[in-house]
């Protein structure tokens, strides 16, 4: 089973960027479909980006279509968050998640069997 930590959160003005990594450990990251959620304080989890096994195909929320890219190295065991003209309501604890017993990309979180810790990520107007 693989483990997963979130890294590159932190504060950030609105209309910057930021690069959000997650790194996996102990399992064979190319069998896994990858996804980043978000959570907001009273929110629910919601699904952000998700991404298939081969890194070939990707899907956003419309919320973030155009501003946010996710990408993966397989050869590195990475997946990506680049995050662009950001606002104040993308701060949130965000959350990479894996999946190794689908082929398609979940956009629910109750589908995804492995999570990391998240990392904060704080816009200001």
């Known amino acids: 089973q693989v483990q997963l930590d979130e890294s590159g959160g932190e504060l950030v003005q609105a209309g910057g960027s930021l690069r959000l990594s997650c790194t996996a450990s102990g399992g064979s990251f190319s069998n896994y479909v990858m996804g980043w959620f978000r959570q907001r304080p009273g929110k629910e989890r919601e699904f952000v980006s998700g991404i298939t096994r081969s890194g070939d195909t990707t899907y956003d929320a419309d919320s973030v279509r155009g501003r946010f890219t996710i990408s993966r190295d397989n050869a590195k065991n990475i997946m990506y968050l680049q995050m662009d003209s950001l606002k104040p309501e993308d701060t949130a604890l965000y959350y990479c998640?894996?999946?190794?017993?689908?082929?398609?990309?979940?956009?629910?979180?109750?589908?995804?069997?492995?999570w990391g810790q998240g990392t904060q990520v704080t816009v200001s107007s």
């Open positions: 998640a894996a999946e190794n017993r689908l082929d398609y990309v979940p956009v629910s979180a109750y589908e995804y069997g492995t």
